[in-house]
């Protein structure tokens, strides 16, 4: 079992960063690619970012692309999400969440096994 818990949401000015983290719980993190979505109110769950186990190998939304940064420390078990420019159409609630180990990097929500609950970014205008 895998448990992550997100931190470093807050509320920011548009133009501002933000750097959200996930620790992870569990043997297999290394072994896990890692996610990060989020939710706007009234709004379906989008994708945002992944990166493999091993973190060669990033994807982004179109989006993001250019603004944030997705990362990981195995050493740590943790996993990252620099965000940059912040417009206030970010503003939302990011979820960290891992696939089973051994299991590659998508963009599907449907694909991933475990996720946190949650932490709110809200960028102002």
């Known amino acids: 079992q895998v448990q992550l818990v997100e931190s470093g949401g807050g509320l920011v000015q548009a133009g501002g960063s933000l750097r959200l983290s996930c620790a992870a719980s569990?043997?297999?993190?290394?072994?896990?690619?890692m996610a990060w979505f989020r939710q706007a109110p009234g709004k379906e769950r989008e994708f945002v970012a992944t990166?493999?186990?091993?973190?060669?190998?990033?994807y982004y939304a179109d989006s993001v692309q250019g603004r944030f940064t997705i990362s990981r420390d195995n050493a740590k078990n943790t996993v990252y999400l620099q965000m940059n420019s912040l417009k206030p159409e970010d503003t939302a609630v990011y979820y960290c969440t891992a696939r089973r180990a051994f299991s590659g990097a998508t963009m599907l929500a449907r694909d991933y096994d475990y996720w946190g609950q949650g932490t709110q970014v809200t960028v102002s205008s």
């Open positions: 569990g043997r297999t993190f290394s072994s896990s690619a």
């Open positions: 990166i493999s186990n091993g973190g060669v190998r990033t």
